[in-house]
């Protein structure tokens, strides 16, 4: 399954299935990303980043991939689990001058996996 | 994340009285944040602080105040409460040794109710 973040807020896939979770960014001139993964009733928690000079990088299922010329971020989970339903938010840090350190946050897509 | 606790958990309030939220961090971070966030919509800023003298507003500041008391702790006050005050605030952390591309690491949250 696949999603664009801030426009297709909800994806459901079948567990096991492979998600895709997709975010479009505004600013060329970001340079570190940040998936998180909030489960109800929770604070955001951190799944994985990458910085502007990579194009992918992996963790443990999950695989997220930068494309700077469109200014696209995604997150691809591996047979997804029902334990990975929850709301997964991208963010974006422009590392630089009076924004140094914020992070600016994304709507939001509600992933729900069915057994 | 235990390394950062916020209380009160939950809370009700009226029109007009005032609030505090507080946060503590286990994790000797110097940045501390305050988000909001609303149903279907990703968190917003309110305040931020990048050390114990350092205070600076985010994109919704209007109607809050905050007060960095020590570097593991960071309140947020509503001077007068409103009814579309009503959300789920978050405090988050982050070190600063990384230089701006650090990741955030939330607290549980505090769902705030103002009627």
């Known amino acids: 399954g696949e999603s664009v973040g801030l426009h297709l807020p909800t994806l459901s896939v079948q567990e096991g299935d492979n998600s895709i979770i997709n975010c479009a960014y505004s600013?060329?001139?970001?340079?570190?990303f940040i998936w998180y993964k909030q489960e109800s009733g929770k604070g955001p928690q951190f799944i994985i980043d990458i910085r502007s000079n990579m194009d992918k990088r992996q963790g443990q299922r999950v695989t997220v991939l930068l494309n700077k010329t469109v200014k696209h971020l995604s997150l691809q989970i591996a047979a997804t689990q029902p334990g990975d339903s929850a709301v997964y938010f991208c963010a974006e840090n422009i590392g630089r001058g009076s924004t140094l350190g914020r992070l600016y946050f994304g709507r939001g897509t509600q992933l729900t996996v069915w057994p | 994340d235990a390394d950062v606790t916020q209380t009160p958990r939950n809370r009700i309030t009226k029109t007009g009285k005032r609030i505090m939220l507080e946060c503590s961090q286990t994790?000797?971070?110097?940045?501390m944040y305050w988000y909001r966030q609303d149903p279907g919509l990703g968190l917003r800023l309110i305040y931020y602080s990048f050390d114990v003298k350092d205070i600076n507003k985010g994109e919704i500041s209007d109607g809050y105040s905050v007060s960095r008391q020590a570097q593991a702790k960071f309140s947020l006050s509503l001077e007068s409460a409103i009814p579309n005050q009503t959300a789920l605030y978050f405090c988050a952390t982050s070190d600063a040794r990384r230089g701006g591309q650090e990741t955030q690491y939330f607290g549980p949250g505090t769902r705030l109710l103002v009627l």
């Open positions: 994790k000797g971070h110097d940045r």
């Open positions: 600013n060329s001139a970001s340079d570190y």
